[in-house]
T-cell receptor, first 110, second 115 residues
Framework: TQLLEQSPQFLSIQEGENLTVYCNSSSVFSSLQWYRQEPGEGPVLLVTVVTGGEVKKLKRLTFQFGDARKDSSLHITAAQPGDTGLYLCAGEEYGNKLVFGAGTILRVKS | DAGVIQSPRHEVTEMGQEVTLRCKPISGHNSLFWYRQTMMRGLELLIYFNNNVPIDDSGMPEDRFSAKMPNASFSTLKIQPSEPRDSAVYFC?????????????FGPGTRLTVL
């Protein structure tokens, strides 16, 4: 099983600040997904990136897939308290079989 | 449209007891996944099915764990006998197909506590 390392593990910031979460692996993935999970709920898909170098934007969230398809980043601009949650990256090994990173707990204080 | 339904939402049991977790996938979805989430190990894939057939159960931790999908609208994950280290949140997810770009929709999870 391929491994995905996420950093930082925990991030506490003030409303309005910017932040970046990283997801790294020594292995190549067919695609990579980012999820957000709130307490008591299951993860919810935010985005899927497929092509090396691909950049996708979702409002204030920008996702990038590394050129070699081994790493990815999630950048949030002007974070808001509603962004608080657990952010998980997941790499596709094959046939929708996903391996998840340990996650980044984000807390945005107002 | 109803999402993935899991029951029970919470289960507290004593060591040695049998535990059965249930999942109803989204109608029309052909793939179903069982995950386990703990603080120590994060979110781990246990087993997944496609068209009711188990495809990969390499993530099932021990023979105490078993999963079935008797039809397209129902799956169970059984632990017998249960142990305290099985305490975790168990998620079921479904997707239309087994393509990597197909979205997996997660249920709300079952929080299992084994005393």
């Amino acid at each position: 099983t391929q491994l995905l390392e996420q950093s930082p593990q925990f991030l506490s910031i003030q409303e309005g600040e910017n932040l970046t979460v990283y997801c790294n692996s020594s292995s190549v993935f067919s695609s990579l997904q980012w999820y957000r999970q709130e307490p008591g709920e299951g993860p919810v898909l935010l985005v899927t990136v497929v092509t090396g170098g691909e950049v996708k934007k979702l409002k204030r969230l920008t996702f990038q897939f590394g050129d070699a398809r081994k790493d990815s980043s999630l950048h949030i601009t002007a974070a808001q308290p509603g962004d608080t949650g657990l952010y998980l990256c997941a790499g596709e090994e094959y046939g929708n079989k996903l391996v998840f990173g340990a996650g980044t707990i984000l807390r945005v204080k107002s | 449209d109803a999402g993935v339904i899991q029951s029970p939402r919470h289960e507290v049991t004593e060591m040695g007891q049998e535990v059965t977790l249930r999942c109803k996938p989204i109608s029309g979805h052909n793939s179903l996944f069982w995950y386990r989430q703990t603080m120590m190990r994060g979110l781990e894939l246990l087993i997944y099915f496609n068209n009711n057939v188990p495809i990969d159960d390499s993530g099932m931790p021990e023979d105490r764990f078993s999963a079935k999908m008797p039809n397209a609208s129902f799956s169970t994950l059984k632990i017998q006998p249960s142990e305290p280290r099985d305490s975790a949140v168990y998620f079921c997810a479904s997707s239309r197909e087994l393509a990597g770009t197909d979205t997996q929709y997660f249920g709300p999870g079952t929080r299992l506590t084994v005393l």
